[in-house]
């Protein structure tokens, strides 16, 4: 089975500190990567995808960063972090057709 | 710029009525258009999907309908029961979906006993 991780489940940081929060797929090959944020009561944004090791696009200008090293690892990173990064962060990788995709269990981040 | 409208924001229906669910989006280059699932503090869950070159698709009780002309799709929950009480998402995306979803802001939907 295809399986996401993302880790941590829940975070709670201080505003200015670093942040790393991270993806890992199981089950499949070459997959496109995704991360989106949500914030309370509103839709899914998209941050970064990529489609490929060490290939990252990114759709909103922020202080958020991506980072794909291996094929099935998903990073997002920060340096330091704001009070409106607070949010539910989910990752999402695409099926072999391209177009399906599938979201892991989400990260609770809250900034303070 | 919002690509997708979502409509209602929120709705609550009797247990064994049909809530319906309204999505219009602008970008005439999606071609690709899924509903997602969510309970709290879960991620999204695909539950069903249409393209454009058909006007409906069943998948139990869950049906999407396609307008291509006014560039909408709904989604309809038949014989609703308080398990399905969620907020679901209406998403698009273009060719292949490499470039990610664009999604509606949600409805959350009540289904009483």
């Known amino acids: 089975s295809q399986t996401i991780h993302q880790w941590p489940a829940t975070l709670v940081q201080p505003v200015g500190s670093p942040l790393s929060l991270e993806c890992t797929v199981e089950?499949?090959?070459?997959?496109?990567l995704y991360w989106y944020r949500q914030a309370a009561g509103r839709g899914l944004q998209l941050l970064f995808y990529?489609?490929?090791?060490?290939?990252i696009s990114s759709e909103v200008p922020q202080n958020l960063s991506a980072s794909r090293p291996q094929d099935r690892q998903f990073i997002l990173s920060s340096k330091k972090l704001l009070l409106s990064d607070s949010g539910f962060y989910l990752c999402?990788?695409?099926?072999?057709?391209?177009?399906?995709?599938?979201f892991g269990p989400g990260t609770r981040l809250t900034v303070l | 710029q919002q690509q997708v409208k979502q409509s209602p924001q929120s709705l609550i229906v009797q247990k064994g009525g049909i809530p319906i669910i309204n999505c219009a989006y602008e970008?005439?280059?999606?071609?690709?258009f899924p509903w997602y699932q969510q309970f709290p503090g879960k991620g999204p869950a695909l539950l069903i999907a249409?393209?454009?070159?058909?006007s409906e698709k069943k998948e139990g009780r869950f049906t999407i309908s396609f307008n291509k002309s006014a560039k909408q799709f709904s989604l309809h929950i038949m014989d609703s029961q308080p398990g399905d009480s969620a907020t679901y998402f209406c998403?698009?995306?273009?060719?292949?979906?490499?470039?990610?979803?664009?999604f509606g802001k949600g409805t959350h939907l009540i289904i009483q006993p």
């Open positions: 999402a990788r695409s099926s072999g057709s391209g177009n399906e995709q599938f």
């Open positions: 089950g499949t090959s070459n997959p496109n």
């Open positions: 990529s489609v490929g090791i060490g290939q």
């Open positions: 970008n005439t280059a999606f071609d690709y």
């Open positions: 249409i393209r454009p070159d058909v």
């Open positions: 998403a698009a995306s273009r060719g292949g979906g490499a470039d990610g979803l664009t």
